[in-house]
């Protein structure tokens, strides 16, 4: 049975093995080692939003691998980590366990947040951040799509990108539509409201109703509204176990059965791409890298015969190009290119036993939990942190208090422009703490229960940069993320903060024991302390994008890195898979969208080798 822990060794290659060779495809995931970053380990804390890294590059491998007469290489700097454990939802999700795949540095200082260094987490394992995110499945509305598509690529329309939705998923819960897909290798489901096991959740749902908020049934609904609260998709199969992109498109029998002609290389820090100049463009030939246990000194390399694919995510995939001197280095360089939802948690102390803290904090109810998953698959960890999330536009609220308008004045206010019909903020409820400093986390807030409100902005205008901190590939890069450097947001996140208020409000109404404020405001009138606690409080959500953007080289804001094609502009033979290449930040989480790009992606090298091994038929020439 799958979730039997003796399981068949997976097929992994460790650098020395592949030297020299050359293969047709060449997919490169994660990129960093593990040198100088920040491992602690906090029980406790579990985050749903990391979607980064080799998400795309198990899909693409997958894809490119079905042909046998097609040779794929991957190149991951993490390991396979092919483990019953990490297929518990909730254990996996642990970001601040060294042993799930997750590992961090800290940002630049944040000039518009007290100077304040946030964490930078990234997944180094084989599938990526879906091997420890929170599991979450929304795709964003059609409206994203369609900005996308109005920015001249029209290829990226929702009508034109859905079919890839629903050709990567089966939904477990969902009805059949034509929207949504009963076939696909990526699972997900939602949780019945009867197997919520935080009565917090209850409650705030119950807290949505009082504020006026409808129900959005389905968020990958082309027909959902804005505004309103969901219970969410989670990648979690029948037998209760994460469902990561490597489990999906590359779980162990596939790997082991494509062995002739997919290569799965692990351990692998690639140190550059190297390549020659011909008359129509770059030419990307080789790839050389070194074993990731820094000090072993040895360089290995591979050729190339038709493309590389980089899927490092929007932190690995510019330092990629950027050590390799390929594509335009002053465009990825360039003040503007890296976004992020900001975020800023409102949160309460609620008695232990209503929060995820009671794991923690007692052995005997860790034990408890972990024989009624083992036997039963249920419980708490059996499930993600998160299973509702509350989306809204910012002009659905009043000014000044955050108050629903009512929907008749909401429906006078829709327009024809399209970022009109987006939603600007998602409150998330987590029963557990969301602040990001680990050092008061430790000294205030790991022995107490607390809930939190995430008061998230999904279309931030802030920009933040990836650069190089040294030519080296073994050192990380500076990222600055520059939250709140925009003062839109700063306003936006006023408003946020204010709605979560409000919320803890209709909780407190409902008799349910917020019993004091661990993480708001002085006062909500007050301006200087509303924007002095954002600023002490705002954090990212770990949804880096954007960093290799599609758009046009010669675009204003940020010119492009990529084109329609996701190839690097300049070059021939090389590509960009991954949440780098939004053109702008999607409100959403992002993991469900990366996945989309890179069944595109596939689809899209499919259809370039048919043309020219038709081209070369008729030449004559094969």
């Not at 799958?2 to 490169?28: A, G, S």
């Not at 499945?137 to 001249?152: I, K, P, Q």
Request: glycine share 6%.
């Amino acid at each position: 049975m799958q979730w039997w822990p003796i399981r068949n060794r997976y097929p992994e290659h460790r650098p020395e093995d592949v030297d020299t060779h050359e293969y047709d495809y060449i997919v490169i995931g994660g990129m960093f080692i593990i040198a100088n970053e920040v491992r602690p380990i906090l029980c406790s804390k579990s985050h749903p939003n990391l979607e980064i890294g080799g998400t795309a590059g198990c899909v693409l491998a997958s894809r490119l691998s079905e042909d046998p007469n097609t040779s794929v290489l991957v190149l991951e700097r993490g390991l396979a980590n092919d483990t019953w454990m990490s297929r518990i939802p909730l254990v996996g999700a642990n970001i601040l366990s060294p042993d799930m795949g997750a590992v961090s540095w800290y940002s630049e200082a944040m000039k518009y947040c007290a100077n304040r260094q946030d964490l930078v987490f990234r997944g180094e394992v084989l599938g990526g951040t879906s091997r420890i995110n929170g599991m979450i499945y929304t795709r964003g509305s059609v409206r994203d799509y369609d900005t996308w598509a109005s920015t001249g690529y029209p290829e990226w329309a929702y009508d034109k990108v859905l079919p890839y939705f629903v050709k990567a998923e089966t939904t477990m819960s969902r009805p059949k539509s034509f929207y949504r897909g009963d076939s696909g290798l990526w699972i997900n489901q939602v949780f019945d409201p009867s197997t919520w096991l935080f009565e917090v959740y209850h409650v705030f749902q119950r807290a949505a109703e009082a504020l006026g908020f409808g129900v959005i049934e389905d968020t990958s609904s082309p027909d959902a509204p804005c505004d309103g609260l969901s219970s969410l998709d989670s990648t979690v199969n029948e037998n209760r176990q994460r469902v990561s992109t490597m489990d999906a498109y590359l779980p162990s029998r596939t790997a082991r059965e494509r062995q002739a002609n997919l290569t799965l290389c692990t351990g692998a820090t690639v140190c550059r791409i190297d390549g020659s100049n011909h008359e129509a463009g770059y030419r990307a030939d080789r790839v050389t890298f070194e074993n990731s246990s820094r000090g072993h000194g040895k360089v290995f390399s591979v050729n190339v015969k038709k493309e590389v694919v980089v899927s490092a995510g929007a932190l690995g995939s510019p330092q990629i190009l950027m050590v390799s001197g390929i594509g335009p280095r002053q465009h990825l360089e360039q003040h503007g290119v890296e976004s992020d939802h900001t975020a800023i948690p409102v949160a309460w102390e609620v008695p232990i036993k209503a929060s995820l803290t009671h794991l923690a904090t007692s052995p005997l109810k860790g034990a408890l939990e972990f024989l009624k998953y083992v036997l039963f698959r249920k419980g708490v960890l059996s499930m993600p942190i998160q299973v509702l999330s509350l989306f809204v536009r910012i002009s659905s609220l009043e000014n000044e208090s955050s108050t629903l308008i009512h929907e008749t004045e909401r429906n006078e206010k829709d327009g024809t422009d399209l970022e009109t019909r987006l939603p600007d903020i998602e409150v998330m409820p987590l029963a557990t703490s969301a602040m990001d400093d680990l050092e008061e986390h430790k000294r205030h807030f790991s022995k107490i229960g607390v809930f939190s409100l995430l008061a998230t902005l999904l279309r931030p205008k802030s920009r933040g940069t990836v650069r190089l901190r040294s030519s080296s590939p073994h050192d990380r890069p500076k990222v600055d993320l520059d939250l709140l450097s925009d003062p839109e947001d700063s306003a936006l996140a006023r408003r946020a903060v204010r709605l979560a208020l409000r919320f803890g409000d209709a909780i407190k109404a409902q008799d349910f024991p917020l019993l004091r404020g661990v993480s708001v405001p002085l006062s909500d009138h007050s301006g200087e302390d509303m924007d002095k606690f954002i600023r002490h409080r705002a954090r990212t959500t770990y949804h880096y994008s954007s960093t290799c953007r599609m758009a046009s080289e010669h675009d204003a804001q940020a010119p492009g890195v990529v084109d329609e094609s996701l190839r690097v502009y300049g070059t021939l033979n090389l590509r960009v898979c991954d949440a780098s290449v939004f053109p702008q930040i999607l409100a959403c989480h992002l993991m469900a969208p990366v996945v989309m790009v890179a069944e595109k992606c596939a689809n899209m090298i499919k259809k370039d080798e048919a043309t020219i091994s038709q081209y070369k038929t008729r030449d004559g020439s094969c």
